[in-house]
């Protein structure tokens, strides 16, 4: 993504500062969600544990839905970014 948000050349730096916000909370949702990984494989034996590593499951299906909620938001940012690079714009810089 690093290309795309980089690159200027029109494209304001509005659309770039959304686009940088949402490719960090797709890293950050990604950490989240390996920290999920990382602590749902405690081997705890008992039924607390199981509740314990039951809950965390449901949680980590919830980040990753969200994440995927993130990701087609950074596509949806690309693509105007894009546009913006080749659409003809008005002298005050709108669509």
Not at 20 to 42: M, N, P, T, Y
Not at 53 to 80: G, N, T, Y
């Amino acid at each position: 993504m690093d290309d795309i948000w980089g690159g200027g050349l029109g494209i304001s730096s509005e659309v770039q500062e959304v686009g940088r916000k949402v490719a960090l909370c797709s890293d950050k949702a990604e950490e989240v969600l390996a920290g999920f990984h990382g602590i749902q494989l405690l081997d705890w034996e008992s039924p607390a544990g199981q509740a314990y590593r039951d809950s965390v499951s449901l949680q980590a299906v919830a980040i990753r839905r969200a994440l995927d909620r993130i990701r087609e938001a950074s596509a949806a940012v690309a693509a105007h970014a894009r546009a913006a690079l080749t659409a003809d714009c008005s002298p005050d810089g709108r669509f």
